[in-house]
């Protein structure tokens, strides 16, 4: 099988630009993130940072500029892609839904030309005359801005200076004047041209600076009225105007590069700058009075923050930091310093995966669930973190009751806190009190507790109401005793009922009761028969702090309708029938981010939802999901004040809204069939959960879809392995160390500093000085010297249980958890390379061996080899390694050490090896990959195959045995197949690619494993196998193999959606996704776009039915025919299960 579906599991999360305006509307503040291929949108709020709005790009963001036209009254957006794809995009809003219109879009890319070192630099005008792109050397771009163009179309200037560091245009010039810093043997320098937008040449600018600091690498362009442009440099910040030059060189910002830098005033006189250590400063132009000339720079640390790739102003001393390597960071800078001295308050961080380098797939519950550990950030930002799919329930307290069939939280007395639980059983009610944390059974003497109940709270007026089969029972809440009590005529039972506070609506057979509740007393108002046997209620109320309903929900036993009805007179509003021949069993009016919903749970675990008008009764937008085998119950509940509903069955799972859609998230509970929300002293904010025989009381995680912990190591992580003999994790990690008169000193307490217990590894046979470095310690004070650890962590608690230091100049490479030939222990095994300045690529390398037992790390075993390895696996008992330009084989001697057995030397560099069986495949620097079989008979490798193509690769992984899956520098997937049955030599040894797709992003690490739980007996669609891949921009995706006529379904339903569903830019899908290197483009051939796919369940249902027209499906007989919308929507949500 040589089809595969790639799906995002988790969307990219590292923020590689960001800007600030008034994007959706000329009063609105926003905020635009750009994170690789999505572009986020927020409106800041006094709350905070508020998402409206998330787009797919069909390209990676490489520019993202807001800029304002002379006669518009909002701005507008300048995006640009790294495949040369330009846009300008504008916000249309009509009501709740916004629109981003494409209004103008064009390709800048040139047939020829060297994309630049410094890589994609793009500027707009400040009165928005033209937008500046540098792209390739030796060439300045501009796109003139004309009034109401609908295409870019760009030329070309040639610029003399061709290693051009940054670009800006300059403010307060009468023709669009730029300034450019660039390099050349000399030095640096700095020039101004004029662009000349008739000529279409440059024109000699106003002034020029040649040799400026060696090491500037920024120009800030300074607004009106100073004018005039800041050079920013390695040691020092100049301000230059022509006549006018001043220097600063403050000794604080030389220990580390600033990166960035965020405008705070619109006349730019202060400036916030962000420097590869994380460190926040603010540059502030000191001007003389009442003129708009500087007389000085002065520059303070203002404090930390993640280590910032873009900073962004956005009001009252509140600050966006955008981070690659780390979480990003809302941040209020303060008037007066805290304790350390410094002004920065962090008021909210945004999880950021990436930089993930490494990761492993481990189950730690148990429950047939993986659990994925990543290695992510960088420097001080590295983190390990923990995923796992759906929503975690926190165990507080739990309780041996078998038999439960319903929960109620009760506050008696003039309790501000739930004090009691109620539980019903068939035939029976017992109450819980609740005494802080403890629990005792008690009475409420105004309750029957002879009698199941169907409903019990506390109602309007200092109320509590019982619902039971033979009467409403009404009691005082502080006097607990009963105040009045309704019971259907003649002997007739309740059968349903539901309750508000104010109002209940019950039923008895098929007759329905409307009571209101008044103190003291229950009032029937009306009552109404329907046609046939209620199955079940609803009454909630829709807007928010109301108290009572205007519409009753209603669900009927032989006609399987759902029924709206107005009240009290109980008219007849609406009537959908669901079909099928499964009862409703559950039924629910909500409110999800203002938009109402009618949520029908029926007896088979199915759940259908609507869109409710709330005035007119009237449901549209049906659409059906699948959540578990069982009878369905819902309940609301909230959490991090906005409201969600939980659906209690044999797969309980949380229902909520995000970007205005529907998700259903699974929760770590086997089942559930009762829940309720408890708010008491002992158990704040929880929730009440009962199976069939347990009481469960817990909190709930932060509600999302997939559930991320962190923990912070303070150092970059590089790889990981997990043991499960010793239960811990193994990370090897890299810190920053600065050498001092008294030897090296760490720059920061990280994990491997913190931890009591460091080894230090002292090898006997090390040709090195104590501190790895030749000549005296004088000469090198003050020098970084990289220190690399490894590592031991409790695979519960993540704490550090052991770091063991390796020697100044061991890099360690690899890392692996095995056993080796017939020794019963578990081992970790790290490959280390000697690495010395002077040498192209190391000569030396080590293989060590420990073990972790006791709580000690022990060396058992080193193997000096001769190079680096860049990975090693373990093979049928023997450790393989695939060193500099070998792979070799070693074998596990009974006294304890390696020996080699094999090697194969046809490589560059051996980066990556996968093993399956007897079949290993070997992932080339840039000589794409090889597949060699080992013959145990001759102790030797023979090569079967290899793709002659020349990718450069990321990461690899064996599909199956006969399928090789391939990431690659350019962004690109790629898979090969093994052709067995061919007939020449030739042709068999040749790996054919039969799969290219264009990923855009880069992938560091492939792992065979999946985040969902499969559940036993569950229809699935016809997918097969599962990788996971983690990628730099911090995205978690996944590949899955399709049958051969699965993937002509999936890719003729694909070639639709992409008809109908258009990029904003106007770029194709097929464009985006077709396989692009510098050498060569091809379409994507067989891989299907899950995003694309997924994309479907957003469409409304008229655009569904245009994508169902004429697509044939498969009943599964073999025989076809014309697909409905319902059996799309299936099929696509079956596929989001399976991330």
């Known amino acids: 099988m040589a089809f595969n579906y790639v799906v995002t599991a988790h969307k990219p999360t590292a923020v590689n630009a960001c800007v600030t305006g008034n994007f959706t509307s000329k009063s609105d503040l926003n905020l635009i993130v750009a994170k690789n291929t999505r572009l986020e949108i927020y409106l800041v709020t006094p709350e905070g940072l508020r998402p409206i709005k998330e787009i797919g790009i069909y390209g990676k963001i490489s520019v993202l ?99 051009v560091i940054d670009v800006q245009f300059l403010h307060g010039c009468a023709e ?214 759906g929503i975690g329930i926190q165990e507080h307290a739990s309780i041996d009751l078998a038999g439960i069939k319903g929960i109620w939280p009760l506050r008696v007395g003039s309790s501000a806190w739930d004090n009691m639980l109620v539980l019903t059983f068939v035939g029976q009610t017992r109450v819980l009190m609740l005494n802080g944390e403890e629990v005792e059974e008690t009475e409420v003497s105004g309750f029957d507790s002879g009698q199941q109940t169907f409903w019990c709270g506390n109602v309007a007026h ?36 539901s309750c508000n506070g104010r109002q209940i609506v019950c039923a008895v057979g098929s007759e329905l009761y409307y009571l209101e509740i008044l103190p003291g ?161 002992g158990y704040p904010d929880s929730l009440a959960l009962a199976n069939d025989n347990t009481l469960t009381i817990g909190t709930i995680d932060e509600i999302q879809k997939l559930h991320i912990r962190t923990v912070a190591l303070g150092e970059t992580p590089r790889r990981i392995a997990y043991q499960e003999a010793s239960q811990t994790f193994a990370v090897i990690t890299a810190r920053t160390d600065i050498l001092d008169s008294n030897g090296m000193m760490p720059s920061r307490p990280s994990a491997s500093t913190l931890t009591p217990n460091v080894i230090v590894s002292t090898s006997s046979n090390s040709k090195l000085t104590s501190s790895g470095i030749g000549g005296t310690l004088s000469e090198h004070q003050g020098e970084e010297i990289e220190v690399h650890n490894l590592l031991v962590l409790d695979q519960h608690t993540f704490e550090v249980l052991v770091a063991y230091q390796l020697m100044n100049n061991e890099f360690p490479t690899s890392l692996l958890s095995a056993k080796l030939g017939d020794d019963p222990n578990t081992y970790y095994i790290v490959g280390t390379a000697t690495v010395y300045p002077e040498e192209a690529e190391p000569k030396q390398g080590k293989i060590i061996i420990f073990q972790y037992f006791d709580g000690k790390l022990v060396q058992v075993a080193e193997k000096e080899i001769k190079g680096a390895p860049y990975s090693m696996c373990e093979f049928n008992g023997k450790l393989l390694a695939g060193i500099n330009s070998s792979v070799r084989l070693f074998e596990w001697t009974a006294e304890k050490e390696l020996r080699i057995e094999c090697s194969h030397l046809n490589n560059i560099l051996a980066l990556y090896l996968k093993t399956k069986g007897d079949f290993i495949l070997v992932g080339d620097l840039m000589r794409s990959v090889t597949l060699l079989a080992y013959k145990a008979m001759d102790g030797l490798f023979e090569e079967i195959a290899r793709d002659y193509n020349p990718n450069w690769m990321t990461a690899i992984e064996i599909l199956d045995d006969d399928t090789f899956l391939g990431a690659e520098n350019s962004f690109n997937l790629f898979t090969c197949q093994k052709d067995s049955a061919a007939t020449t030599d030739e042709e068999r040894q040749h790996l054919q690619e039969v799969g290219l797709f264009h990923l855009g992003d880069f992938v560091n690490v492939f792992k065979h494993g999946s985040l969902v ?62 396989f692009n290197t510098e050498r060569k483009t091809e379409p994507s051939t067989a891989f299907i776009d899950g995003d694309l796919t997924e994309s479907f369940l957003d469409l409304n249902r008229d655009k569904m039915q245009e994508i169902a027209n004429g697509l044939q499906i498969d009943d599964g007989s073999g025989m076809k025919h014309e697909a409905t919308v319902d059996d799309l929507i299936k099929i696509v949500e079956e596929l989001t299960r399976i991330h």
Not at 139 to 160: C, G, H, T
Not at 464 to 478: D, E, H, K, P, Y
Not at 1026 to 1034: A, D, I, K, P, R
Request: net charge negative; aromatic share 6%.
């Open 521 to 681: 007393s229950l009032k029937q108002t009306s009552h109404c028969t329907m046609e046939y046997e209620v199955a079940c209620i609803d009454i909630s109320p829709l807007t928010e702090n109301a108290e009572t309903a205007e519409i009753c929900a209603v669900g009927l036993w032989m006609d399987i309708s759902a029924r709206l009805v107005k009240l009290p007179d109980f008219e007849n509003l609406h009537i959908e029938m669901l079909g099928g021949e499964i009862i409703l069993r559950s039924i629910l009016m909500t409110t999800f981010e203002g938009i109402h919903y009618l949520l029908c749970a029926l007896g088979d675990g199915s759940l259908f939802y609507f869109i409710l008008n709330p005035e007119t009764g009237i449901l549209t937008d049906r659409k059906k999901v699948t959540l578990g085998t069982q009878p369905t119950v819902l309940h609301t509940f909230r959490s991090l004040s906005t409201t969600n509903v939980f659906a209690c069955s044999d797969r309980p799972t949380v229902v909520y809204s995000s970007n205005h859609k529907l998700v259903f998230s699974n929760v770590n509970l086997k089942e559930v069939n009762y829940m309720c929300p408890l708010n008491s002293e």
């Open 176 to 389: 669009p004047t730029i300034i450019i810093v660039h390099q050349d043997t000399h030095g640096r320098h700095v020039k101004t041209y004029e662009v000349s937008l008739r000529e279409k040449e440059f024109q000699r600018g106003p002034w020029k600076q040649d040799n400026v600091e060696t090491e500037a690498n920024m120009v800030i362009a300074v607004p009106l009225p100073v004018c005039g442009a800041l050079i920013i440099g390695q040691e020092s910040i100049t301000y230059h105007k022509g006549d006018s030059f001043l220097a600063v060189a403050p000794p604080i910002i030389k220990q580390s590069t600033i990166t960035c830098y965020g405008r705070v005033d619109s006349d730019g006189s202060r400036y916030l700058l962000g420097d590869m250590a994380g460190r926040l400063f603010m540059l502030l132009l000191d001007r003389e009075e009442n003129s708009s000339t500087v007389r000085d720079l002065k520059v303070e640390q203002l404090g930390e923050t993640s280590i910032a790739e873009c900073l962004t102003y956005l009001d009252n001393g509140v600050v966006f930091v955008g981070s690659r390597l780390g979480d990003s960071q809302l941040i209020k800078l303060n008037q007066e310093p805290d304790v350390h001295g410094f002004y920065v308050q962090i008021l909210e961080s945004f999880t950021n995966l990436g930089p993930i380098v490494d990761m492993c797939v481990v189950d730690l519950e148990r429950q047939d669930q993986g659990q994925l550990v990543t290695c992510s950030g960088a420097y001080k930002e590295g983190s390990l973190r923990i995923i796992r799919n």
């Open 65 to 163: 500029k807001l800029y304002r036209p002379k006669d518009e009254e909002k701005d507008l957006l300048f995006l640009l892609t790294a495949r040369y794809h330009a846009m300008i995009l504008e916000c249309e809003q009509d009501g709740e839904n916004i629109e981003i219109i494409t209004r103008a879009y064009g390709s800048v890319q040139d047939r020829i030309g060297r994309p630049s070192e410094t890589g994609i630099i793009g500027i707009i005008d400040p009165q928005c005359r033209m937008i500046g792109l540098r792209l390739y050397d030796g060439l300045f771009k501009v796109i003139p801005l004309e009034r109401d163009i609908k295409e870019l179309k760009a030329f070309n200037i040639r610029l003399e200076e061709l290693n």
């Open 1013 to 1074: 739980m499969r559940h036993p007996g569950e229809i699935s669609t016809p997918t097969q196998g599962s990788v996971l891949f983690g990628t730099v921009n911090g995205s978690i995706g996944l590949v899955t193999q399709l049958s051969p006529d699965f993937y002509s379904f999936m890719a003729e339903l694909q070639s639709k959606l992409a008809k109908v569903i258009r990029s904003v830019g106007k770029v194709e899908h097929a464009d985006w996704r077709a």
């Open 462 to 497: 200092g109320q509590v109401l019982q619902i039971t089969a033979q009467s409403l029972r009404l009691g005082n809440a502080g006097t607990k005793k009963l105040v009045d009590e309704w019971k259907p005529k003649s002997d007739r039972h309740v059968s349903v009922a």
